[in-house]
C-alpha cells in the first residue's frame, strides 16, 4: 500500500517560511514568539511547520508582532466580451 504526504498548499508554505524568517530576524525562539504574541508553542510550530487549518485569529496575533496582517484580497475577473 502506497502512502504519500498531505500537500501544503503553496500559499500556507510562504506564509510559514515567511513567520519563520521573521522571528528569526528578530532574535526570537518560537517559545519567545509565542509568548509575545499570545499563542502557544504548538500553535507557532505548526504555523511554521505549514499546518494549512491554523487560525486566522492566531496567525494575525502573531504577525502584529511584526507589523503585518494576514487579509483576504478579492480578485477582479475581467468581464468576458
Same mark, same amino acid.
Given at each position: 500500500?502506497?502512502?504519500?504526504?498531505?500537500?501544503?498548499p503553496a500559499g500556507t508554505a510562504k506564509?510559514?517560511?515567511?513567520?519563520?524568517?521573521?522571528?528569526?530576524?528578530? %532574535?526570537?525562539?518560537?517559545?519567545?514568539?509565542? *509568548?509575545?504574541?499570545? +499563542?502557544?508553542?504548538? &500553535?507557532?510550530?505548526? $504555523?511554521?511547520? %505549514?499546518?494549512?487549518?491554523?487560525?486566522?485569529? *492566531?496567525?494575525?496575533? +502573531?504577525?502584529?508582532? &511584526?507589523?503585518?496582517? $494576514?487579509?483576504?484580497?478579492?480578485?477582479?475577473?475581467?468581464?468576458?466580451?
Open positions: 500500500m502506497k502512502t504519500s504526504e498531505p500537500q501544503t506564509l510559514s517560511a515567511q513567520v519563520k524568517e521573521l522571528r528569526e530576524k528578530a %532574535g526570537l525562539t518560537q517559545a519567545m514568539l509565542a *509568548k509575545r504574541s499570545g +499563542v502557544g508553542l504548538r &500553535f507557532v510550530r505548526d $504555523l511554521e511547520q %505549514g499546518k494549512p487549518t491554523v487560525r486566522v485569529d *492566531k496567525v494575525n496575533q +502573531v504577525l502584529a508582532l &511584526f507589523g503585518y496582517r $494576514l487579509a483576504a484580497i478579492k480578485e477582479q475577473h475581467e468581464a468576458a466580451a
